[in-house]
């Protein structure tokens, strides 16, 4: 089980829920990607509105539903292992927004494995 307390960098990636990479769903990839990396974990969140770059209003609204609404996928790990994945987020992010912040672990307690 990964161990992680303290100082610690958190990146979250906005992309649209429609976005793919090598035709699957990009944020399932990327969480993908991060667990191959043994990232400490990784999150995916649905957005009910947002707009990007090109300002285009995205919304869940019942008279204007989208079927690209934002996701943000967001990792926690050491500096060094999320500095370390962002060559393969460059490579897989075509469109979207891709921030780090610094944060601190306070608390990472996984499941007991079944016995």
């Known amino acids: 089980m990964t161990r992680l307390t303290g100082r610690a ?23 993908a990607r991060a667990r191959e990396a043994g990232l400490a974990g990784a999150s ?14 995205h919304t869940q609204r019942l008279l204007s539903l989208s079927e690209d609404l934002p996701v943000a996928v967001v ?3 050491t500096e060094e292992k999320v500095r370390g994945f962002l060559p393969e987020l460059d490579a897989m992010v075509g469109e979207g927004l891709v921030i780090l912040d610094d944060c601190e672990v306070f608390r990472y307690v996984g499941r007991p494995k079944p016995a």
Do not use: C, M, N
């Not at 960098?9 to 969480?31: A, C, M, N």
């Open 9 to 31: 960098l958190r990146v979250t990636v906005f992309v649209g829920e429609s976005d793919t990479w090598h035709h699957k769903p990009l944020y399932t990839q990327i969480v």
């Open 44 to 57: 995916v969140f649905r957005g009910i509105e947002g707009f990007g770059a090109a300002s285009l209003i």
């Open 75 to 77: 990792v926690v790990d």
